[in-house]
C-alpha cells in the first residue's frame, strides 16, 4: 500500500480555464483537488469563471456551514469593514467581539457556565486548549487517539496521526504526546470490540508508558475527522469522561471540523452526556472568515493569567461579526436540525446506492458529516484507488467531494448545512452513477 496514498489526487480536477498559467505564482505545497478558478459562489453551489456551476459538498473542508455567500454573513461582513476592520485585543474592545464572548458560550456542551478565548486558526486553537490544560494541571503530557487530525504547526503535528504526510520528515516534535486506539467499528468488527480496544489501548498506556497522574490532558475528535469520518461507539466519550474524572485528567473536545451543528448537534459531543472541559472550535465559527477558539468554565480558563497567552488576529472585528452572523443564521434557518435531517436523507440514498457494490465497506456519519469506506471486500485492504476514481467521476457531473482515512480510501461528503432536499438527491444520484462507473 502506498502510504501517501493519501486525501490528494495525482491530477488536479480541471475544467480547463484558459489563464491557468496563473497558477504559477502559487507552491506547489498548495497540493490540490482542482484547478477550477471560482468567480462567485451561492449557498451549496460554485460557479467558475467560465460560468460552470458545481454543487459544493466539500464546504471548503466544512467551512462554510452557512453556505457560500450566505447574505447576511455578508452583510454583516461588509457592515463592520466599513467600521472597524481590526481593533487589537491587548489594547481595545469592539462591539463584535463583546457580544461573541457573551453569546457563543451559551453553547456550550450541556449549557454549563463557559468562557471564550479566540484565535485564528484550528491549529492555534488546539494548541492554546493544550497549554491551558498543561498549565492548570502542571502536568506534562497529553494523550491523544490514532489517526485524529489536529493541526499543521510544529506543536500540532506531535498530535497528529492520520497521515505521515503531516509529519513526517519533521521529527523530532513535541514531546510527552502518547496515543491511543480510536475506536473503529468497521476495523475491529463491532462497536462493542472497537470500545475495548480503545479503552484497553488507554489502561495499557497507563500501565506501561505513562502514569495517570502525569497525563494533563486526552484530546479527542468526538467524531474522526481527516482520519476516515468515523463515528465512535456511543459509549466512547462517557467512558473516557469517567476516566479524565478519575485521575484527574481534563478533557478536552476538538470539535473543529464536528462543530456548529455539522453532525445535527451544535457540537457532536452533544450526542453524548460526557461534558468536556475544553472545546476547541474553527471551521464553521464564522462562514469562511479566519476565526476559532476555545471554551472553558471560566474557573479553568482564569489559569491563563494575563500574558500567559494571545495572538494579534484572535477576535478580528470583521471576523466576530461575521461569526455573530453565522449564530443567526444557524438559529433562524434551523440548520442544526437541517443537518440532522439531511443526513439522514443523504445516508439512507447513499447505503441504497451502495448496496450491489462490494468494494463499499461501510456508509456511515452523522449528521451532514457523512463517510463511504472503500475497501477488499474480504480482507478490508483499504482501496484508495477507487476512492479517486469516484472523486474523478463526481467532477465530471459537477459534484466536488473531498476524501480522508489515513490511505486515502474514505470519499467523505460535506454539505453546507443549507443544502437542499433537491440538492442530496442530485447529490446521491451523481455518486450512484460515479460507484457504477468505477
Known amino acids: ?193 472497537a470500545l475495548r480496544a480503545t479503552l484497553d489501548g488507554v489502561e495499557e498506556l497507563f500501565a506501561t508508558l505513562i502514569y495517570p497522574d502525569d497525563v494533563a490532558a486526552f484530546l479527542v475528535e468526538p467524531v474522526l475527522g481527516e482520519g476516515g469520518y468515523v463515528v465512535p461507539p456511543d459509549g466512547f466519550l462517557p467512558a473516557l469522561r469517567e476516566i479524565a474524572d478519575r485521575h484527574g485528567i481534563l478533557l478536552i473536545a476538538d470539535e473543529v471540523q464536528s462543530g456548529f451543528g455539522r453532525t445535527g448537534r451544535f457540537f457532536a459531543s452533544e450526542w453524548t452526556d460526557a461534558v468536556p472541559d475544553v472545546v476547541v472550535m474553527a471551521k464553521g465559527i464564522a462562514s469562511g472568515m479566519p476565526l476559532s477558539g476555545i471554551m472553558a468554565a471560566r474557573s479553568l480558563m482564569d489559569k491563563f493569567t494575563p500574558g500567559a497567552h494571545g495572538g494579534t488576529y484572535g477576535g478580528n472585528a470583521v471576523a466576530c461579526a461575521a461569526a455573530l452572523a453565522t449564530l443567526d443564521v444557524i438559529e433562524d434557518e434551523g440548520l442544526v436540525a437541517n443537518a440532522e435531517r439531511q443526513g439522514a436523507r443523504l445516508l439512507a440514498g447513499l447505503r441504497a446506492a451502495a448496496a450491489d457494490h462490494a468494494h463499499v465497506a461501510e456508509v456511515r456519519g452523522r449528521g451532514l458529516m457523512i463517510a463511504v469506506e472503500l475497501a477488499d471486500p474480504a480482507t478490508l485492504a483499504p482501496r484508495p484507488d477507487l476512492a479517486k476514481a469516484i472523486l474523478h467521476e463526481a467532477f465530471d457531473r459537477k459534484l466536488l467531494l473531498l476524501t480522508c482515512g489515513t490511505y486515502g480510501n474514505v470519499v467523505r461528503v460535506i454539505p453546507p448545512l443549507v443544502t437542499t432536499d433537491e440538492e442530496v438527491d442530485l447529490a446521491v444520484e451523481v455518486i450512484g452513477q460515479a460507484l457504477a462507473s468505477v
Request: proline share 6%.
Open 1 to 193: 500500500m502506498d502510504q501517501y496514498a493519501t486525501d490528494v489526487l495525482s491530477e488536479p480536477l480541471s475544467a480547463g480555464p484558459q489563464w491557468l498559467a496563473l497558477r504559477d505564482g502559487v507552491p506547489d505545497v498548495w497540493t490540490r483537488y482542482t484547478d477550477l478558478i471560482i468567480e462567485r459562489g451561492s449557498g451549496s453551489w460554485l460557479e467558475t469563471v467560465d460560468g460552470e456551476r458545481y454543487l459544493d459538498y466539500t464546504s471548503g473542508i466544512g467551512v462554510v456551514s452557512t453556505g457560500h455567500a450566505h447574505p447576511r454573513v455578508a452583510a454583516a461582513i461588509a457592515a463592520q469593514a466599513s467600521k472597524l476592520i481590526h481593533g487589537q485585543q491587548n489594547i481595545v474592545y469592539h462591539q463584535p467581539g463583546l457580544l461573541l464572548h457573551q453569546r457563543l458560550p451559551r453553547y456550550f456542551p450541556g449549557r454549563a457556565e463557559a468562557t471564550l478565548f479566540l484565535s485564528n486558526s484550528g491549529a492555534e486553537a488546539v494548541e492554546a486548549a493544550v497549554k491551558l490544560a498543561k498549565l492548570a494541571t502542571r502536568r506534562p503530557a497529553v494523550i491523544a487517539f490514532r489517526g485524529g487530525f489536529h493541526g499543521r504547526t510544529h506543536g500540532t503535528m506531535a498530535f497528529t496521526s492520520s497521515g505521515v504526510k503531516y509529519r513526517g520528515h519533521y521529527e523530532p516534535l513535541l514531546g510527552g504526546v502518547h496515543f491511543a486506539p480510536y475506536p473503529y467499528p468497521l476495523r475491529y468488527g463491532s462497536a462493542e470490540a
